[in-house]
């Protein structure tokens, strides 16, 4: 089983810097992602970290340290548009190796 | 792109019927799933298929069936609505050469009365 762990709602100013942080346990870890989702929308898919270190995708960059069952997600030079949940999801070894479970996700509104 | 469609954006049913909620994916991935998503709670997952006639237990099950006759498409099936149903259903795909990364529709907001 899984446990995932992400703040539930932050507040930060356009234009800012972000860190949304997720720790989670699993008996086995496959790999960590983010998803992000406008109110009222689909979640969309927005990173994969399966080894520790850094990933960086323009203003969005996450970041993964499995001995310690931890991830960010970073967001750069915020703007109003990244308001929206954004949702950690983890994925574990053995059978059903496809299914993800997702944290409860943490709402971001940024303000002027 | 990957899309995934839902059969609707918004259904309104009352107590003991039976609801389908159809999704269909274009891109031939295996995996296809079920989650609802209410308040609070996040996504939780309904039930999963990796193949046709394949399909798995997720977390929350109960009052729930599905059926995947063709590789494009996953039916979820409410076999008698309860109030305690209502919820956004969202449905999504993956396939092992993208990592598993899965792709969602657009969901259903259901309302049972």
């Known amino acids: 089983g899984q446990n995932i762990d992400q703040p539930t709602e932050m507040t930060a100013t356009e234009g800012a810097i972000v860190q949304i942080n997720c720790t989670y346990q699993t008996s086995g870890f496959n790999g960590l992602f983010w998803y992000q989702q406008h109110a009222g929308e689909a979640p969309t898919f927005l990173s994969y970290?399966?080894?520790?270190g850094l990933e960086e995708k323009g203003r969005f960059s996450s970041f993964l340290s499995r001995s310690k069952g931890y991830s960010y997600l970073l967001l750069k030079e915020l703007q109003m548009k990244d308001s929206a949940s954004y949702l950690c999801a983890v994925r574990e070894v053995g059978a059903g190796s496809y299914q993800l479970t997702f944290g409860k996700g943490t709402k971001l509104s940024v303000i002027p | 792109d990957v899309k995934v469609t839902q059969s609707s954006r918004y259904l309104v049913k009352r107590t003991g019927e039976k609801v389908f909620l159809e999704c269909v994916q274009d891109?031939?991935?295996?995996?296809m799933f079920w989650y609802r998503q209410d308040p609070g709670l996040g996504l939780r997952l309904i039930y999963f298929?990796?193949?046709?006639?394949?399909?798995e237990k997720g977390d929350i099950p109960e009052g729930y069936s599905v059926s995947r006759e063709k590789k494009e498409r996953f039916s979820l099936i409410l076999e008698s609505a309860s109030t305690n149903q209502t919820s956004m259903y969202l449905c999504?795909?993956?396939?092992?050469?993208?990592?598993?990364?899965?792709?969602f529709g657009p969901g259903t907001r259901l309302t049972v009365t």
């Open positions: 891109m031939d991935h295996e995996n």
């Open positions: 970290n399966v080894l520790d």
């Open positions: 999504a795909s993956s396939s092992p050469w993208a990592e598993y990364e899965q792709y």
């Open positions: 298929s990796y193949d046709v006639k394949m399909k």
